[in-house]
């Protein structure tokens, strides 16, 4: 709407005509008339009045030259300074971008509205967020214990081998060690690709024996580059990293991927597993409709093959 004063020059004054053609010597008398009567309501530093309280809430509200907190009706110099008041005065939703004046009015709107956890009042971006989080251990008692009974517990048996595969068990035993006992189980071929290619022993030469050196710098790239698939990494450790996980398991020096040992039974399926831990996991979350048909069947035989995994 039209600024509802002007600047009258035959007399040197301003002219405010919301107020009956009131006259002010300056601008800034008429500037604290503006802020100050009952008549205006009137943004400052926009310089702009407005018919309503709500018209002129709703500007400061939806203005990006207004940094203003809508529940508390606070104005902040800039937006960092209201972020920072958003997440530490009042209630910001973890799945979306809206803020709540209350604990509990983010709690009902988490729960009606999103992928929700009641018990520790988290919203969640995705289904497979929600679920991780409801099989992790803030929700599910570790009661599998490890196979080489080193003493700890698991809330899973895909945790509890990989933490055998991983070497972290005092027992000793690696995923080296792990894939060469499963060869002789015979609970164990159904899941196996290919027995006669898997490693003839402990003492087989596997991918998590090669170490990277300054000589995989490439100087054009300026990074790290793998040998076997030509990844780059910002650090030599980052490359070592890479080196030690499944993703070249047994690679040779002339075949940047080593066989991948398992495979899923399901005829529909048939997905390929570089560990043992992984086809576990498969297994145990059923995404290829195990869960239907063959879900007892294939961790029966699974269960039976770890627990063979004994020195």
Excluded at 73 to 96: A, I, N, S
Excluded at 160 to 182: A, F, N
Excluded at 241 to 253: F, G, M, W
Aim: hydrophobic share 35%; charged share 20%; glycine share 6%.
């Amino acid at each position: 709407m039209p600024n509802k004063w002007w600047f009258d020059d035959d007399y040197d004054v301003w002219v405010c005509d919301g107020c009956n053609g009131r006259e002010f010597v300056s601008w800034s008398a008429l500037l604290n008339h503006l802020q100050m009567s009952r008549n205006h309501k009137f943004c400052a530093d926009c310089e702009r009045d407005f018919v309503s309280w709500s018209a002129l809430r709703s500007h400061w509200a939806n203005s990006a030259s207004h940094s203003f907190c809508t529940l508390c009706d606070t104005h902040f110099d800039d937006d960092d300074l209201l972020e920072d008041h958003e997440l530490y005065d009042h209630f910001p939703c973890q799945g979306c971008n809206q803020i709540f004046a209350s604990e509990l009015g983010r709690y009902e709107h988490g729960r009606q509205s999103h992928l929700f956890c009641t018990e520790h009042r988290r919203a969640f971006l995705s289904q497979a967020n929600l679920r991780a989080h409801l099989e992790s251990s803030a929700h599910v008692q570790a009661r599998i214990p490890c196979a080489a009974g080193c003493g700890r517990k698991f809330i899973d048996y895909s945790a509890m081998v990989l933490h055998l595969e991983s070497g972290s068990c005092p027992s000793g035993w690696t995923r080296q060690k792990i894939d060469y006992k499963l060869r002789s189980l015979a609970a164990a071929r159904p899941y196996m690709t290919s027995s006669q290619r898997l490693i003839a022993g402990p003492t087989t030469q596997t991918r998590s024996s090669w170490v990277a050196t300054e000589d995989s710098y490439n100087d054009w790239e300026q990074a790290y580059e793998c040998f076997f698939c030509h990844r780059l990494f910002n650090s030599l450790a980052g490359l070592n990293q890479h080196l030690t996980s499944p993703r070249h398991a047994y690679a040779t020096e002339t075949g940047r991927n080593g066989e991948k040992l398992y495979k899923c039974p399901m005829e529909n399926c048939g997905r390929k597993f570089s560990t043992f831990s992984g086809l576990v996991q498969h297994a145990e979350r059923g995404g290829c409709g195990v869960l239907q048909f063959r879900l007892q069947n294939a961790l029966d035989g699974l269960t039976t093959s770890m627990r063979a995994l004994t020195w």
